[in-house]
Nanobody, 123 residues
């Protein structure tokens, strides 16, 4: 299983950025893809996830209204649209895959992770 995240970069506060994750090699009939982030000096936190078959999704309560997750089953790609970005959103964003995206809390303990993409929000 391989996950490739892309789309990170620098953006000013209030700006938007879309980061993507392409998944390959998953043999399960259904699976989920999620996003985590880790800011400097902080613990990793769950951001969002989506069940690829049903499209049902989870977004952290603290990020709802600013972050949106979507998927493209043809390309096996999951996008995370981040809007109204704040300096505290600065982090390395990782995608991961797990059998199920739990709508109450996200992914469990994923076995497969991508390398991460850095999002920097500053003026």
């Amino acid at each position: 299983v391989q996950l490739q995240a892309s789309g990170g970069g620098w953006v000013q506060p209030g700006g938007s950025l879309k980061i993507s994750c392409v998944v390959s090699g998953v043999t399960l009939p259904s699976f989920a893809v999620g996003w985590f982030r880790q800011a400097p000096g902080k613990e990793r936190e769950a951001v969002s996830c989506i069940n690829m078959n049903s499209g049902t999704s989870y977004v952290s309560a603290s990020l709802k209204g600013r972050f949106t997750v979507s998927r493209d089953n043809v390309k096996n790609r999951v996008d995370l649209q981040t809007d109204s970005l704040k300096p505290e959103d600065t982090a390395v964003y990782y995608c991961a895959t797990d059998p199920i995206c739990h709508l109450q809390y996200g992914l469990g303990y994923p076995d497969y992770w991508g390398e991460g993409t850095l999002v920097t929000v500053s003026s």
